[in-house]
């Protein structure tokens, strides 16, 4: 009974050294953080009704997709869109973002001005994994012929050794 009372412990300590080491890596990671920016274009209803695929230049090259999850009219007249974007670059990583909200003015019934699109990336794989960033873009969304273009700039932080 000794001998399974101790085994037990052992497991708890060890899984207890784990977590711990676990969390102390986590919390002690070294960032290096570099300015970004480049275009976006993409094209609507090319996966369905709702999606947008393009192509990403500049430094966060690759393609680009954004799920339309929602549209709002604002009461000041602004039109928001919040999306969920997916991107790999040309070296095959992966970038994560948290659902981001692009507030446009209404240039014409189809057409938007993007006049404010904070997006926050939040890891990624290969050199992206626990990646964390902020992009702000400009662009235009054109309803009537299925197309979008961005401009971004921000920051992107890697873990060192990435």
Same mark, same amino acid.
């Given at each position: 009974m000794k001998t399974q009372s101790f085994s037990k412990f052992a497991v708890l300590i060890a899984a207890l050294a784990t977590m711990t080491l676990s969390a102390f890596s986590q919390s002690n990671l070294t960032r290096h953080?570099?300015?970004?920016?480049? %275009?976006?274009?993409?094209? /609507?209803?090319?996966?369905?009704?709702?999606?947008? /695929?393009g192509t990403a230049t500049g430094d966060l090259k690759g393609a680009v997709t954004a799920a339309i999850l929602s549209v709002t009219q604002n009461s000041d007249g602004t039109v928001s869109f919040t999306v969920q974007h997916h /991107?790999? %670059?040309?070296?095959?990583?992966? @970038?994560?973002?948290?659902?981001?909200?692009?507030? %446009?003015?209404? /240039?014409?019934?189809?057409?938007?001005?993007? @006049?404010?699109?904070?997006?926050?990336? +939040?890891?990624?794989?290969?050199?992206?994994? +626990?990646?964390?960033?902020?992009?702000?873009s400009i662009g235009e969304v054109d309803l009537g012929i299925g197309q979008t273009v961005f401009r971004y700039s921000g920051t992107v932080c890697l873990v060192a050794g990435n």
């Open positions: 953080c570099s300015s970004v920016g480049g %275009t976006i274009a993409t094209d /609507l209803a090319v996966v369905d009704s709702a999606t947008t /695929l /991107l790999v %670059t040309e070296t095959g990583d992966t @970038i994560s973002f948290s659902p981001a909200t692009a507030v %446009t003015w209404p /240039l014409s019934q189809t057409r938007y001005a993007v @006049i404010d699109y904070p997006v926050h990336i +939040n890891g990624g794989t290969g050199k992206y994994a +626990n990646a964390r960033g902020d992009l702000d």
